[in-house]
């Protein structure tokens, strides 16, 4: 403390004790200190303010964006590419007998079920389940969140189309909204919640506030939790809303497309400058060269051509070209460094988003598990918000309709339990990625299964797989370097006719 704190210590020490610990938290962070280079900005409110300021402008532009701006329409794709992929989001049952094993039989009815759910899975029946996860995870990144009504059992007018009675009502954040607030019943951004802050009803448009009329009255029914899905791109805790992926490069990217199109038209103005003809006094600016019907000067014309000869100039005249600098050099540079800020700011990587591979297999793989991580977790994100939620509601809705029986030796805790495997990670070297493999599992570090996962397909799609194309060989007569009969003479091929 200084001479004054001391002073006042006797008479106020609260006040002191207040004027010593903001001291020194200002001695601790600089950065908390405004200064004449550096000005403090922070963020005042909740999550909810914040989103409720926002979202909705964000939204909007990155709408726009996505339906105008090649690189953010690319960005989304990336996105969606790396998180979903072209199979979506694989489900593989995993149900358990009670000596803990997967029970096969009730493992591949699901997953039989869970194929035919795939082919009709949302409510309009437009749209695979495949597709349906990419357009939700589209809307997830650009829009910053997503819907989807469960909707099961036999309703008469909805037709499933698939034998689990279960579909899905896709719908975009608009139709819960966002200015939507009743403090009395807990209703926050047209969610409403229990004193814990659980979701317990989502009020919904019962059609898209966007085609309603002026004179339309917009009608809202409540949906209960547990029968709404809400995936969003939250970054703060208690966070009732998402907000859109862009909402940190948005600013950069707007910046980056205006730049790139001032420089586009200059490019076009440039190469259509051709050249001048350069006069040598003020008085041989007038001529006297032919005139037109009105008496005044008539504009000379050349006609240009690859190898052609000025010989009509006039006395003093000489013919100069127009040296063109667009685009400019600095271009390119400036925009890769654009693209990797706006990478790093979204989750993608630079290379994808700016289509440029180069570099050595170490550079490249480097930067392809880096981003993997991340697309990686997003995945997880999109499964636990969306995929685990769908397939659980399935297997309820299977059981409900008497589709499934359920064996006495099944460990009923186990009953939901799959494995949900998103894209595989790209092979940059498929040589030197299948090396490793074999090292591992020769070396026993890794399963088979687990290795068939990684590359996103079905370990027992591929066994199967396996197994009828070795007995189609042996019919055949035929061997190859990866036949069961070349690894083991001695295998008995009465094993492989069994199965």
Known sequence: MNWIDKALEPFAPQWVFSRVRHRAAIQAYEAARSTRTHKVKGVKGSANVQVGAGALPLREQARRLDEDHDIAHGLLDTLVKYVIGPNGISVEPQPKDKDGNVHAKLAW??????????????????????????????????????????????????????????????????FVPLDFDDARRGI??????????????????????????????????????????????????????????????????????????????????????????????????????????????????FQMAPGMIFDDLEPGEEVGTIESNRPSILLQPFRDAMLRATAAGTGTTFSSLARSFEGSYSSQRQELVDGFIGYQMLTMIFIGSWSRPVYRDFV????????????????????????????????????????????????????????????????????????????????????????????????????????
């Open 109 to 174: 009815r699901l997953a039989e079920l869970w194929e035919n759910f795939s082919e009709f899975p949302e409510v309009t029946l437009e749209f695979d389940r495949v597709h349906s996860e990419q357009l939700v995870a589209r809307t997830w990144f650009r829009d910053g969140e997503c819907f989807g009504q469960l909707v099961a059992g036999r309703i008469p007018s909805l037709d499933h189309r698939t034998l689990v009675p279960l579909s899905i009502e896709l719908l975009e954040p608009d």
């Open 188 to 301: 926050k951004q047209g969610i409403q919640r229990d004193a814990w802050g659980r979701a317990t009803n989502y009020w919904v448009y019962k059609e898209h506030p966007g085609e309603l009329s002026y004179f339309s009255r917009p009608d809202l029914k409540p949906i209960r939790a547990d029968r709404m899905l809400h995936i969003k791109q939250a970054h703060r805790l208690h966070q009732g809303r998402g907000i859109s992926v862009f909402a940190p490069s948005l600013v950069r990217l707007s910046d980056l497309k205006e730049y790139e199109e001032s420089e586009r038209i200059a490019a076009r103005v440039a190469a259509a400058m051709t050249g001048y003809i350069k006069k040598g006094s003020p008085e041989l600016y007038k001529g006297a060269g032919p005139l037109d019907d009105k008496g005044g000067a008539a504009p000379r014309r």
């Open 396 to 499: 309820q809705t299977a059981i409900a309709a008497g589709l499934v029986d359920i064996p006495d030796d099944v460990d009923m805790s186990t009953i939901y339990s799959a494995m949900y495997q998103g894209p595989a990670m790209i092979w940059i070297d498929p040589y030197k990625e299948a090396k490793a493999n074999e090292a591992l599992r020769t070396a026993g570090f890794e399963s088979t299964s687990n290795i068939i996962r990684a590359r996103g397909k079905n370990p027992d799609a591929v066994r199967q797989q396996i197994l009828q194309e070795e007995k189609e060989d042996r019919a055949a007569g035929v061997a190859f370097s990866t036949s069961a009969k070349s690894i083991n003479p001695g295998v008995d091929d009465n094993a492989l006719n069994e199965k």
